[in-house]
């Protein structure tokens, strides 16, 4: 029976297989927002996912949820492609997999109540009368530091921080096992950041939830994450168990990364290594069949600019698609 426990939890809860999603901006032009990405979420983890804007990673949430339907590639959900649900099973989907989204100041409804907004999920996933939904976002928002009395208020009479925090009692009013988190402190002060994310984490340990956490803040990143996976330009260039991949970054883009990482002694930073990108991050609209690195890399060679690099395990769990490994 122990077997078949660890056997279950091995298996991935979310899996991106070859996932592709492009946008045709014209009738030559193609924005390959996510270019050929696999990676897998298993149930209970954290999972970190950084890189400079535009890279890809919210469009890659986004297909995961399904609000986005892949171009190629497959989404898995408990091991089946998402793309196959019935009605009923899409449904289901919906409740099982939530979203936090980045901007609490456009992603709550303007005219609907606190109580409308977190109540709307239940009345449309459960057969619970509207006294048990208004008693469970009671204690939904009690949860995340909120008051009841805040029930009847509209969005815009919150700060960034409470109305961030109605979100997430939105998206755990249906009892979601997964939750995309795509950046959600980076529209609030640092003095709100730390609480939300101890939250999340809070949240995590008494409800068994999985996470995707989409980040710029690498410090934050590491504090949360249990893996971490860094996208350039719509690819993923290193992916790692979070101790290892600040401990032994490989990919010279996740090198530079972890280089910018402020450091608040300056005995410190003048003592490491210095790291720098050069150029502009090129156009993801019809790219090359290259490494997409290959233009900012200090340590590219002819190899890297005709062809695309292969993804390798250079460490137990610790993947890296470079030509110079």
Same mark, same amino acid.
């Given at each position: !029976?122990?077997?078949?426990?660890? %056997?279950?939890?091995? +298996?991935?809860?979310? &899996? =991106?297989?070859? $996932? ?101 999920? !239940?009345?449309?996933?459960?057969? %619970?009368?509207?006294? +048990?939904?208004?008693? &469970? =976002?009671?204690? $939904? ?185």
């Amino acid at each position: !029976m122990s077997e078949e426990k660890n %056997m279950t939890a091995l +298996e991935p809860l979310v &899996k =991106a297989d070859d $996932l592709c999603k492009f946008f045709q901006l014209s009738r030559k032009a193609i924005l390959k927002a996510v270019n050929h990405v696999n990676f897998e979420i298993r149930k209970g983890e954290t999972v970190g996912m950084v890189g400079e804007s535009g890279c890809g990673k919210s469009t890659t949430g986004r297909c995961l949820v399904n609000l986005y339907t892949p171009t190629e590639g497959h989404v898995y959900y408990k091991g089946k492609d998402i793309q196959t649900y019935t009605k009923s099973e899409m449904m289901k989907f919906r409740s099982e997999v939530q979203m936090i989204f980045q901007n609490p100041y456009a992603s709550l409804n303007p005219r609907m109540t606190v109580g409308e907004i977190v109540t709307e999920g !239940m009345k449309l996933h459960s057969k %619970m009368s509207d006294a +048990e939904c208004q008693e &469970k =976002a009671e204690a $939904l928002l009690a949860r995340v530091g909120l008051n009841k009395e805040h029930m009847s208020r509209f969005s815009h009479e919150f700060s960034g921080g409470q109305r961030q925090r109605i979100g997430i009692a939105r998206a755990l009013s249906v009892d979601p096992e997964f939750i995309v988190c795509d950046e959600p402190i980076s529209a609030l002060d640092v003095s709100i950041q730390a609480q939300v994310i101890n939250m999340l984490k809070e949240l995590q340990q008494e409800l068994g939830l999985t996470y995707l956490f989409i980040a710029h803040d690498l410090s934050v990143v590491k504090y949360i994450s249990d893996r971490v996976i860094v996208m350039y330009l719509g690819t993923i260039v290193e992916e790692a168990p979070a101790d290892e991949l600040y401990a032994h970054p490989t990919h010279p883009y996740t090198q530079a990364l972890l280089y910018a990482i402020p450091v608040a002694d300056p005995h410190v930073t003048k003592a490491k290594k210095r790291i720098t990108i050069k150029g502009e991050i090129p156009s993801p609209i019809n790219p090359g069949e290259c490494c997409q690195f290959a233009d900012r890399c200090p340590h590219a060679t002819d190899l890297c600019r005709a062809e695309v690099p292969v993804r390798k395990e250079i460490e137990p769990g610790h993947f890296v698609s470079c030509h110079l490994l």
